[in-house]
């Protein structure tokens, strides 16, 4: 069974996982934390603009909403509409200015037709399925002792999940690569504030890293599970 002090598991796969998790929340929080105390030189809020870098690219029907929460920003697809943090959507700062910004490259990647995005977008309910399905089959597995038939069922399930993730990560990269190419070209950000810019993104971008290999070490340990099985 699973949860029989696997040494493998603690050491190979939750110590690591959590390690690499905590790592990148750290950096965010820092890197997010300085610079959503350092002004922008533009002036403008977040809101004001995610709504510049949509207007340029004739997005205009696109809304940009407020929404409660920390770090809470995104933009969703099915409405397509995008919603910043209340820190974010007012905030006058290079945070703000590049999560803002950020947000608004997903929109730029919808309405280019960005390969990897409409597969993420297509993955999104399956993944849904799959990570309630893992969850049953898991606790199934454990508590009821049908642990044998669940292991692959549960590779199968969470190996959906770690796909969804494996996809997640250049689409997250490349949203920010548009952000910083708009902040840039329509003057929003300044030269000498792209490398505030740049830590920010880059350190909300190593939290879907962590995310994708502690996935990843799951998935591989139910792999080596169900072929120590077959032994």
Do not use: C
Not at 129 to 136: D, G, I, L, P, R
Not at 182 to 200: C, T, W, Y
């Amino acid at each position: 069974m699973l949860w029989n002090f696997d040494w493998h598991y603690w050491l190979f796969v939750l110590l690591p996982g959590l390690l690499i998790g905590l790592w990148a929340q750290v950096k965010l929080h820092h890197a997010y934390g300085k610079y959503s105390q350092v002004p922008v030189e533009s002036g403008m809020t977040g809101a004001e603009a995610a709504r510049e870098v949509l207007d340029q690219a004739g997005l205009n029907e696109v809304p940009v909403e407020e929404i409660p929460g920390r770090l809470s920003d995104h933009y969703d697809p099915s409405k397509r509409a995008l919603f910043l943090s209340s820190d974010n959507f007012n905030g006058r700062t290079i945070a703000a200015v590049g999560v803002a910004a950020h947000e608004a490259g997903h929109a730029l990647q919808h309405q280019a037709a960005y390969g990897l995005f409409h597969l993420r977008m297509a993955l999104v309910p399956v993944t849904q399925f799959a990570s309630t399905a893992y969850a049953a089959i898991l606790f199934a597995g454990f508590f009821l002792g049908f642990w044998k038939i669940a292991l692959p069922i549960i590779i199968v399930t969470f190996a959906v999940i770690t796909l969804f993730q494996l996809v997640t990560l250049p689409v997250e990269y490349d949203a920010s690569r548009r952000a910083k190419e708009q902040l840039f070209r329509l003057g929003l950000v300044h030269e000498h504030e792209r490398a505030g810019v740049s830590k920010v993104l880059d350190a909300a971008a190593l939290t879907y890293v962590a995310a994708l290999v502690s996935s990843l070490l799951t998935l591989l340990y139910y792999i080596s599970l169900a072929r120590n099985n077959r032994n």
